[in-house]
């Protein structure tokens, strides 16, 4: 079946820093890639998606990169801001997109002043 | 505002209740999903609905039982639930890969 591991964290960087959340994946097919974000009290926002190898999703300075070589869709972003501060899921999606979103467990991300 | 409506946004109900979730798309998405989100747990998948119809049940317990009455509108119903069940239920909706979620329902089960 298909999977998603992530960096759990909690992973807590200075602003202004690098960030990198890896995640990799495990699919029966070819999966559409997601990152997606979740502030406090809210549901989960899309921030990037990528539907085939060697595509580069990017939103709001964030990017990743869909390598099928490594099975990996790790997110980047060059300078991190408090307000970035949040929980950030990797998903997938197989089969044509309409059997749901697998998603991994989430890295729950703190950006210090 | 999401695009996708879900009430009530809390819920604390005793083991004993009926209740229910109501989650409501007007974008055009042909379908609709219900997750359970728990602390320290993947987002996991419940319910699937394409064109109204059901295609998935992820072995969720027959306490949970959905309900899409038409491509908008998606129903949890709630009864005789457990302290476990508690957790951040979600909906989304989907038209091919583009996903949009709901703000969730907190549930709290006494």
């Known amino acids: 079946g298909n999977s998603v591991t992530q960096m759990e964290g909690p992973v807590t960087l200075s602003e202004e820093a690098f960030l990198t959340i890896n995640c990799t994946y495990t699919?029966?097919?070819?999966?559409?890639l997601f990152w997606y974000v979740q502030y406090p009290g809210e549901g989960l926002q899309l921030l990037l998606k990528?539907?085939?190898?060697?595509d580069k999703g990017s939103n709001k300075g964030f990017e990743a990169t869909y390598r099928k070589e490594t099975t990996s869709f790790h997110l980047e972003k060059g300078s991190v801001q408090v307000s970035d501060s949040a929980v950030y899921f990797c998903?997938?999606?197989?089969?044509?997109?309409?059997?749901?979103?697998?998603f991994g467990k989430g890295t729950h991300l703190i950006i210090q002043p | 505002e999401t695009g996708v409506t879900q009430t009530p946004r809390h819920l604390v109900m005793g083991m004993t209740n009926k209740k229910s979730l109501k989650c409501e798309q007007h974008?055009?998405?042909?379908?609709m999903y219900w997750y359970k989100q728990s602390a320290k747990k993947p987002l996991e998948l419940m319910f699937v609905?394409?064109?109204?119809?059901?295609?998935e049940n992820n072995s969720v317990p027959s306490r949970f039982s959905p309900e899409c009455p038409n491509s908008s509108h998606l129903f949890l119903h709630l009864h005789t639930l457990q302290p476990e069940d508690s957790a951040l239920y979600l909906c989304?909706?989907?038209?091919?890969?583009?996903?949009?979620f709901g703000s969730g329902t907190r549930l709290t089960v006494v």
């Open positions: 699919a029966t097919g070819y999966p559409s």
């Open positions: 990528a539907t085939k190898a060697d």
């Open positions: 974008l055009g998405h042909n379908a």
């Open positions: 998903a997938l999606s197989d089969l044509g997109g309409a059997d749901g979103l697998t």
């Open positions: 609905y394409n064109f109204k119809e059901q295609t």
């Open positions: 989304a909706s989907s038209l091919d890969y583009g996903y949009t």
